[in-house]
């Protein structure tokens, strides 16, 4: 994590201890059982940013409801600007059927791509993710746990991605994964986009990747 190849994703019920100098971003909880409300939820994001500092929050994703792109919109929209008003790049989660309208472009700094897998790896994310790149926003993809995946992402334009692999085996896994990156920063993939270099991080639970291990402009206004 301090070499900036790894970064941390850290959620409300997990607490973990971001490692000094390594990046991070704060996912919600939403997904699991791990939101603890909206009050409780925005007082940790709070206490996290003035324990672990501003410039090294990647971004902070708004509360959402999974695979359900309307109430996604109407759960998301009060809390973007209390994101930013915290000095935080904010994320909204994208889920099936946002590209109906439901993205509030220019209230955001990062689009996560959420939603069920076959929506988050088809299509309709993509040109979501070109609209996003476009905009000049940061694109991620949630539960990216297979070079396949990983590949998908790369294709897609994301520049950063989370996932569980490295919770499972982390002395066999991480090395496995610094190969899969290492091959990103090399290999063109069969869609003829760019070769990408991200970075991986790891929480207890959840792993993250960066293609911009560095810290973030802040937040639009």
Known sequence: MRAGLLACMTTPAQ???????????????????????????FSWLQSTADRYGRTRCLWAVAPDVPMNAEATLAE?????????SLGLPAAFAAQDGSEHGLIPWGQFDVLFLAGSTP??????????????????????????????????????GCTSCDG????????????????????????????????WPPGCATSAHRSWGSSTPSPPSPPRR
């Open 119 to 156: 929506w988050k790896t088809g299509p309709a994310a993509q040109r979501l993710a070109v609209e996003a790149g476009e905009h000049g926003l940061a694109v991620h993809m949630g539960r990216v746990n297979s070079r396949r995946r990983l590949r998908i992402a790369q294709a897609f």
């Open 164 to 195: 569980t692999y490295l919770a499972f085996g982390p002395t066999t896994n991480l090395p496995r994964l610094l190969a899969w990156m290492n091959e990103l920063h090399t290999t063109p993939t069969l869609f003829g986009d760019h070769t």
């Open 76 to 84: 998301s929209l009060p809390w973007l600007e209390p994101i930013r």
């Open 15 to 41: 607490g973990n201890v971001i490692p000094d100098r390594a990046l991070y971003a704060c996912d919600n909880g939403k997904f699991g059982k791990g939101w603890p409300g909206p009050a409780a939820w």
